[in-house]
T-cell receptor, first 111, second 113 residues
Framework: GENVEQHPSTLSVQEGDSAVIKCTYS??????FPWYKQELGKGPQLIID???NVGEKKDQRIAVTLNKTAKHFSLHITETQPEDSAVYFC??????????WGAGTKLIIKP | DTGVSQDPRHKITKRGQNVTFRCDPI?????LYWYRQTLGQGPEFLTY????????KSRLLSDRFSAERPKGSFSTLEIQRTEQGDSAMYLC???????????FGQGTRLTVV
């Protein structure tokens, strides 16, 4: 079946450094790629998304890039802060309800 | 708080018992989704409603699971004859139409002992 692979499963970076999380997807029909942040005991929260007609999107310290040919998309967080520590999920799909999610990346920001 | 609300937050039940969870979506959101999330994994889609109509059900939703949204507002998810494999976080989300951000509740953590 369709799947989304996410790497790494755990990422530890020094505060102020950048963090990059990568995902690959298998369904070539996917055209919507959101990224969610989930803090302990809370539901996932959308932080940024990108659609297949755009290659890159940026929102302050967060950016997402998409390579549809290679079926890769990545999340970039610059100038990391302690509050960025959380589990991040990528997902791919053609509508909200048909999202296939990655297994998550636990991001640890070291002070 | 006008976000998605789920009740209860935690539920411990004995194997074989029935459980029911409730989700109150954001007001005027016509789409409501149920997901299941196990430890260390991303959420898995279970089902979704547009208003009161249940439009899609995952094959993960066995015949022991039933969801309703009778008046197009709140929704309930019932699991009958619970099994240990049902232990998970059950997440509800809502959105206004398609291709718009889905807002998640804090989930109901079910433990079947």
């Amino acid at each position: 079946g369709e799947n989304v692979e996410q790497h790494p499963s755990t990422l530890s970076v020094q505060e102020g450094d950048s963090a990059v999380i990568k995902c690959t997807y298998s369904d070539s029909a996917s055209n919507y790629f959101p990224w969610y942040k989930q803090e302990l005991g809370k539901g996932p929260q959308l932080i940024i998304d990108i659609r297949s007609n755009v290659g890159e999107k940026k929102d302050q310290r967060i950016a997402v890039t998409l390579n549809k040919t290679a079926k890769h998309f990545s999340l970039h967080i610059t100038e990391t802060q302690p509050e960025d520590s959380a589990v991040y999920f990528c997902a791919a799909g053609d509508s909200n309800y048909q999202l296939i999610w990655g297994a998550g990346t636990k991001l640890i920001i070291k002070p | 708080d006008t976000g998605v609300s789920q009740d209860p937050r935690h539920k411990i039940t004995k194997r074989g018992q029935n459980v029911t969870f409730r989700c109150d979506p954001i007001s005027e959101h016509n789409r409501l989704y149920w997901y299941r999330q196990t430890l260390g994994q991303g959420p898995e889609f279970l089902t979704y409603f547009q208003n009161e109509a249940q439009l899609e059900k995952s094959r993960l939703l066995s015949d022991r699971f039933s969801a309703e949204r009778p008046k197009g507002s709140f929704s309930t998810l019932e699991i009958q004859r619970t099994e240990q494999g049902d232990s998970a976080m059950y997440l509800c989300a809502s959105s206004h139409g398609t291709n718009t951000e889905a807002f998640f509740g804090q989930g109901t953590r079910l433990t079947v002992v």
